[in-house]
Structure formats: C-alpha cells, structure tokens
C-alpha cells in the first residue's frame, strides 16, 4: 500500500510548524493569564482562533497575526460573525511586523523552531511597549528561561528589564496534530523598576557576552 499523498495542507503544517491548541485548553491559559477589559493583545500565530475566541470573551482589544493566508482568510471570516469587532486580524510573518508604540501584552502559541527568533523579537530592546507576554513554548525551553539564576547567556541579556515564570505544563495532547514533546507557559513581565535603564542595553549586553560564562558557584552556595 503507498503511502498517503501530503497535501498542500499537510505541507503548510509542517513547514509552519503548525500545532493547533485545542479550546478547553486555550481558555484555561487565557483565563489564568489574568487579561483585563481594553488591554491590547497581540497573538502570534492564531491559527483555528482559539485563543482569539478567548480573548475576545474578556473584552480586550486583539490583533491575531496568522502568517497561513488560509487560516488567516478562515479566522478573519469567524471574527467578523462572531467575535463582535474585537478581533482584527492579520496576516503576516510576526518577525517583521510593526510593534504598537503603547502598551501591549502578547499570546500565542510558538513554532519550536523560532522560539529564540520570537524572544528576540520581543526582548531584546526594553525600550519595547510590551508589559507581559505568555508564550507557549517546548517544556524544556520554558524549564530553562525560567530558571535562577540565569542559566544562559542570552537569557542573562534580558534579565535586567524582564522577569521569567514557569505557568502551566501543556501536554502535547492538547495539540492536533500532536507533537513529540510537551510544552509550558513561560511568563514574561516587564520589571517595574528595570534593574538598570533601558539606554544601558546595548553596553550590558556586550558585557556579558565579553565575560560570558560567568561563574555562578558562589552565589550557588
């Protein structure tokens, strides 16, 4: 028996790396979020729109990016029947968007293979309007960016303006199709205050990559 033909589907999938969250769990991950009426989300790869029906339920203002033109013709066809004009929809590559100059959290569920892209994205300069992002991401990952004290170095970059948290463990059940390993909610919150300004990025970044690895046994003890 051959095996079964891909489908153009099928081929978007995989070079998207795309896992679809199932609802009763985008709601659970939504709902401990803690979103508040009139806040302005960002939701990266919304694919079937479960976590954009979510949000929408809570009254915050969404802007779902499906860089897919099928899902993103299909979600922005359900926003526009059932999600009563708080969902706008776009299409396009994350990485490459423009960022909102006022404050903003960000959702979404990552493609393992550009999890650090998308970090990087969001992370990298603290002059960003972004306030929190919770992004699910490969177990491990969010295992490792969480630890403390940092256990890496681009993590170590990001630390002076950014906290880190481990949420919830997603178990790759949750996804269709369903993928090899499981994931977690990693947390990230702006710290109020930075634990230095924001115009110091460039020079403590290339400090630490100068001095990178640091010994962190005594501080361990």
Do not use: C
């Not at 033909?5 to 070079?15: C, G, L, Q």
């Not at 899902?71 to 009563?84: F, Q, S």
């Not at 590559?93 to 393992?112: E, K, Q, T, Y």
């Not at 550009?114 to 992370?123: E, G, S």
């Amino acid at each position: 028996m051959s095996a079964r033909r891909r489908t153009s589907r099928d081929e978007r999938r995989r070079r998207l790396g795309q896992n679809f969250l199932r609802p009763e769990f985008a709601d659970r991950i939504v709902a401990e979020a803690d979103f508040r009426p009139g806040e302005l989300v960002i939701e990266f790869g919304a694919g079937l729109g479960a976590i954009t029906i979510a949000l929408a339920r809570r009254q915050v203002d969404v802007v779902a990016v499906e860089i897919d033109p099928v899902w993103a013709e299909r979600l922005r066809d359900h926003a526009g029947e059932a999600l009563h004009n708080k969902v706008r929809v776009v299409e396009g590559d994350f990485l490459s968007l423009s960022l909102p100059n006022r404050p903003f959290r960000v959702i979404g569920s990552l493609p393992f293979g550009h999890t650090t892209d998308v970090l990087r994205r969001l992370l990298d300069d603290p002059y960003l309007a972004l306030e929190r992002a919770d992004l699910i991401v490969q177990w491990e990952v969010a295992r490792k960016r969480a630890a403390f004290p940092s256990s890496t170095l681009r993590s170590t970059t990001w630390v002076p303006w950014w906290e880190f948290r481990l949420g919830r463990h997603v178990p790759a059940t949750a996804f269709r199709p369903v993928p090899r390993v499981d994931s977690g909610v990693l947390t990230i919150t702006r710290r109020q205050p930075p634990l230095l300004p924001p115009a110091m990025a460039r020079s403590y970044s290339e400090f630490v990559r100068s001095h990178w690895p640091f010994d962190l046994s005594v501080s361990r003890r």
